[in-house]
C-alpha cells in the first residue's frame, strides 16, 4: 500500500488543528531536469529538514526533495510532546546494552530536547513551548514501578528535574480518576510540532537550501555519485541523507525490513473555558499514559483538548476519526461528553522492534536516520544534525546510534500488516487487564 496517498490528497495538508494555526513558507516548486548537489536529502519531515539545516550551516550545497508538503507526515501530525531521554526506559537500555551506553543515549536525549528549543530560539518564531511531561499510571500496580525510575533518574544520572507524583498529586494534575500515579518531568514540554517544522523550514531556506515539494522519490543508485531520480528529474549528490520515516515505502528495502508505519489519531475539541481547561490539566502540561496502546494529550493556548488514540489494525484511516478518538478520550474525560470536536486527523509513524530509532548506513554515501516509534520530535531533530556531523566527517556519534541492534520485523513487508494486526489487539487486550 502506498503510505503517501492511502489516507491524503497528493499536495494537501491534512485537516488538522495544527494546518489551520500554521503559515506555511511555501509552497516550494517541483523539481525539474537534472540537479547537483553535495548532498540530497529525501523528506521534509524533522529529520529531513534539521539535516539540511545543519549542512548548509557547514557551507554545503543542499537539495531536500519532499513527496508531499514539508512536514506532510508525522512531523505535522502528532501530539507534539518533547520527550527527555529515549522511547525506551534507561533501566531496559542499561539492561540491554550496559550503563555506559545507557548514559551515552541519556545524554543524546536531554540534547534532543536542548536543540528543539535551541532551534526555537533562533527561528524567533512562536512555536507555542510549555513546560511539563506526566507519565500517568493507568493500574496501581505500575506505581512502584514509576518512584524507583524517578529515583534512578535521580541519583545514577543525577536528573533532578523529574520526581514521582503520588495518586492524590495525580487528581490534582489531571482531572481524571484514570490513573494511580506516575511521574512529572520538567526537563521535557510540548510544542506546536507544524509551527516548529516551519520554522525549520524557513531557517532552512535562509541559509541557502534548495527545498523541492510534490517530488517523490522513485529510485536511488549510490554509486561513486549517487543518482537520486523522481519523476521529473534527476538529482546527482556526493552524499544522500533518507529521513522518510514511516512514509519510506519500498525506497529502501534494509530499511523497510526494521522500520513498520503505524497510524494513529488525534481530535481537538472545541475551544473550553479557563476553568473546564484547568479542571482537566491543572499546570498545562502534557500527559502519556502506560497503556501500550497509548493514549496522550494536552491543551492547546486556545483551550482544545488536543486528544491523542485510538487503535489502527492496518494502514487505512477509519472513516470516522473523531468517533474513533473520542472513545478513549470519554473514558479518560467522561467530563466532556457533550464536548465539539472540531478537527480530528490521522497520521503514519514509523515504529522499530527495539522501540530505538534505527540509523542506518546503507553505503558510504548513504545514510537513513528513522522509527522513532513515537519518540520523534526530539530524536529526529536530533538524528537530522548526526546525520550532518556524519556527512561532514563526524561520524563517532552517528555509529554509536548505527551499532544499536534493530531486528527485522517477522515475516517481512509483505506479513507486517498482519502480525500488526494481531500485536495491536493483543496489547489492547493486555491494556484492559
Not at 552517528?398 to 513487508?413: K, V
Request: charged letters at 20%; one cysteine or more; hydrophobic letters at 40%.
Amino acid at each position: 500500500m502506498d503510505v503517501l496517498t492511502a489516507n491524503d490528497r497528493q499536495g494537501e495538508y491534512p485537516p488538522s488543528w495544527y494546518a489551520a494555526t500554521a503559515t506555511p513558507p511555501g509552497s516550494y516548486p517541483t523539481a525539474k531536469g537534472e540537479l547537483t548537489c553535495d548532498v540530497c536529502v529525501v523528506g521534509g519531515g524533522f529529520t529531513g529538514l534539521s539535516a539540511a539545516l545543519h549542512l548548509a550551516q557547514r557551507g554545503l550545497d543542499v537539495v531536500l526533495l519532499e513527496a508531499q508538503r514539508l512536514a506532510f507526515g508525522a512531523s505535522g501530525r502528532n501530539g507534539g510532546q518533547v520527550g527527555t531521554g529515549q522511547r525506551v526506559d534507561q533501566t531496559e537500555l542499561e539492561r540491554r546494552l550496559g550503563k555506559d551506553a545507557a548514559h551515552h543515549l541519556w545524554d543524546l536525549g536531554l540534547e534532543s530536547v536542548a536543540l528543539v528549543r535551541d532551534l526555537i530560539d533562533a527561528s524567533g518564531e512562536d512555536c507555542q513551548w510549555a513546560d511539563g511531561i506526566i507519565h500517568a499510571d493507568h493500574r496501581e500496580r505500575f506505581v512502584p514501578e514509576s518512584r524507583e525510575y524517578a529515583d534512578h533518574l535521580q541519583t545514577a544520572y543525577g536528573y533532578d528535574k523529574i520526581r514521582f507524583v503520588d495518586r492524590a498529586e495525580m487528581r490534582s494534575l489531571v482531572g481524571s480518576s484514570a490513573y494511580h500515579g506516575g511521574t512529572l518531568d520538567m526537563g521535557g514540554g510540548h510544542i506546536h510540532p507544524l509551527r516548529y517544522a516551519f520554522a525549520l523550514a524557513r531557517m532552512a531556506e535562509t541559509s541557502g537550501v534548495r527545498l523541492y515539494e510534490n517530488t517523490r522519490v522513485t529510485s536511488l543508485d549510490p554509486g561513486i555519485t549517487a543518482t537520486v531520480s523522481t519523476d521529473n528529474s534527476i538529482v546527482r549528490a556526493k552524499h544522500v541523507v533518507l529521513g522518510c520515516n514511516g512514509y519510506l515505502g519500498q525506497l529502501e528495502p534494509k530499511v523497510a525490513q526494521r522500520v513498520m508505519p503505524i497510524n494513529n489519531f488525534i481530535a481537538a475539541t472545541e475551544p473550553l473555558d479557563d476553568a473546564t481547561a484547568r479542571s482537566l490539566l491543572r499546570d498545562n502540561h502534557a500527559v502519556g499514559d502506560s497503556k501500550f496502546v497509548i493514549n496522550y494529550f494536552r491543551l492547546s493556548p486556545d483551550n482544545r483538548m488536543l486528544f491523542g488514540g485510538g487503535e489502527s489494525y492496518g494502514y487505512k484511516f477509519p472513516s470516522d476519526i473523531a468517533a474513533k478518538v473520542r472513545k478513549p478520550m470519554l473514558e479518560i474525560f467522561p467530563q466532556l461528553k457533550d464536548t465539539r470536536i472540531d478537527y480530528a486527523w490521522g497520521g503514519t509513524l514509523g515504529i522499530t522492534m527495539s522501540r530505538m530509532p534505527h540509523f542506518a548506513r546503507l553505503a558510504e554515501n548513504v545514510v537513513s536516520t528513522s522509527g522513532y516509534s513515537g519518540h520523534g520530535v526530539a530524536m529526529a531533530s536530533l538524528a537530522g544534525k548526526i546525520a550532518a556531523e556524519y556527512v561532514a566527517g563526524q561520524a563517532q556519534r552517528f555509529n554509536l546510534m548505527a551499532d544499536i541492534p534493530t531486528p527485522c520485523f517477522p515475516g517481512g513487508p509483505a506479513l507486517r500488516t498482519p502480525l500488526l494486526a494481531l500485536a495491536m489487539i493483543w496489547y489492547s487486550l493486555r491494556d484492559r487487564l
